[in-house]
């Protein structure tokens, strides 16, 4: 019976890990992106806070700490849950917070001069994270369905559900590494980068959500999908990779200077 209880538990554990983030070559591509475009003093100044890690060394901080309970208090941070027909400033904040708290969070305690360097390092890489989650559809989806978790459908075969598909089905089964798929992406001219760093990020959690509400109505409940829906929707994952990069640089320079 105990071996069939932690079974059980470590079923569910890998579950939880594995459908509530991107892949961790998504999250290292937007780390790669970003890294193009951060100007020079950001580059000092995380030297300063990272030593010789890159942003995408570090881009998978926030899930990695997940295995230790007492960071759970961060879990909330990955996502933000409300209705379709809203905005994120029309709900009640969730009490044990959301994406959008994270961030702010993070920005604020990397900016105070009395934070140690330690909550310094912490922060920023929590930030490096939750930026890129920001830019997953899925992570601004609806309570009810926890995101798209509970909406189970198949994968060439295999069980899925909507939010793992665009976490890390489409994105792993692709076959790239991170860098190979960076480097795949479409080079941006300045007009192009600046037009995608308009905003704040209220307003690109409202375009998230925007999304995810294209992605809920993209497939019906038990449908089996493959290369049909990869071909449909690859462009716009790594449009979302993309934009994610591009944005989190915009923090990261916003933050630095």
């Known amino acids: 019976m105990k071996k069939v209880f932690l ?4 079923s569910v554990q890998f579950s939880f890990s594995n459908d509530m983030v991107w892949s961790k070559t998504g999250h290292r591509v937007i780390g790669e992106v970003a890294q193009e475009y951060i100007n020079g003093k950001t580059k000092r100044e995380l030297k300063k806070l990272l030593g010789t890690e890159s942003l995408a060394s570090v881009a998978n901080f926030a899930d990695e700490i997940k295995a230790d309970r007492s960071f759970s208090k961060f879990s909330a941070w990955h996502y933000v849950n409300f209705p379709a027909d809203k905005k994120y400033t029309d709900v009640e904040p969730s009490e ?20 140690t360097k330690a909550d310094k390092i912490f922060y920023l890489k929590m930030l490096i994270h939750l930026v890129g989650d920001l830019h997953q559809p899925m992570h601004v989806g609806r309570l009810e369905d926890k995101g798209g978790n509970d909406l189970q459908l198949e994968w060439f075969g295999r069980g899925s559900n909507l939010h793992r598909l665009w976490d890390s089905n489409m994105i792993d089964d692709y ?16 007009p ?27 497939v019906e409940v038990g449908e089996k999908v493959g290369y049909r ?3 449909k929707y690859w462009g716009t994952v790594e ?3 993309q934009i994610g990069g591009v944005r989190l640089a915009k923090v990261l320079n916003d933050l630095f200077k």
């Open 175 to 190: 076959g790239l590494s991170y860098t190979e798929l960076a480097n795949k992406l479409p080079k941006l001219s300045k």
């Open 192 to 218: 192009e980068q600046k037009a995608l760093q308009q905003g704040d990020i209220f307003d690109w959690v409202e375009e998230s959500q925007e999304l995810a509400n294209e992605v809920y109505d993209s």
């Open 96 to 115: 044990y917070g959301d994406i959008v708290i994270g961030i702010q969070k993070c920005i604020e305690i990397v900016k105070d001069e009395s934070s």
């Open 239 to 241: 449009r979302q990779l």
């Open 229 to 231: 829906y990869s071909y």
């Open 7 to 10: 079974l059980v538990l470590l």
